[in-house]
């Protein structure tokens, strides 16, 4: 079986309340699986994402908030960071809350006109759920398609 290895730029998007008590070491510590895939040493270093535009990986302390809304160039490998980081926010959620994933195909261009026919992009797209209990993220879930 042929296996893939198209870099794609991935696009990670969602808001995580966290608990009252979550420090931003805990917090660096469950992001570990990300800021590391993105090259970087630290939180701090591997917060920044590709697009200028995009705020990046934000504590807000003072809210008890996690915010991401950050890009970084990758392959299909960076699936198996996905689990590692979730269960660690898993610890850190107030509520249960969803995170969404966009894998954009980096080599499809739909302007190209010499593609052949039938050449399609292999962007995917994938929700993943954390919270602090399985109840939470069932919540989540079933308010997320009453929506």
Same mark, same amino acid.
């Given at each position: 079986m042929s296996r893939y290895n198209t870099p794609f730029e991935i696009?990670?998007?969602g808001e995580v309340p966290l608990r009252a008590d979550v420090s931003f070491e805990q917090l660096q510590e469950a992001l570990r699986p990300l800021w590391k895939y993105a090259g970087s040493k630290s939180l701090a270093a591997g917060a920044a994402s590709v697009y200028e535009e995009e705020p990046g990986i934000r504590f807000e302390a003072d809210k008890h908030l996690l915010q991401i809304c950050w890009t970084v160039p990758g392959a299909d490998d960076f699936r198996q960071s996905l689990d590692e980081m979730c269960m660690g926010l898993n610890d850190l959620a107030e509520i249960g !809350?969803?995170?969404e994933f966009t894998f954009y195909d980096a080599d499809f261009d739909e302007e190209d006109e010499d593609g052949g026919e039938g050449d399609e992009a292999?962007?995917?797209f994938v929700i993943y759920f954390v919270g602090p209990t399985?109840? !939470?993220i069932m919540q989540v879930q079933r308010d997320l398609l009453v929506q």
């Open positions: 696009h990670v998007h !809350a969803p995170i292999r962007d995917d399985p109840a !939470a």
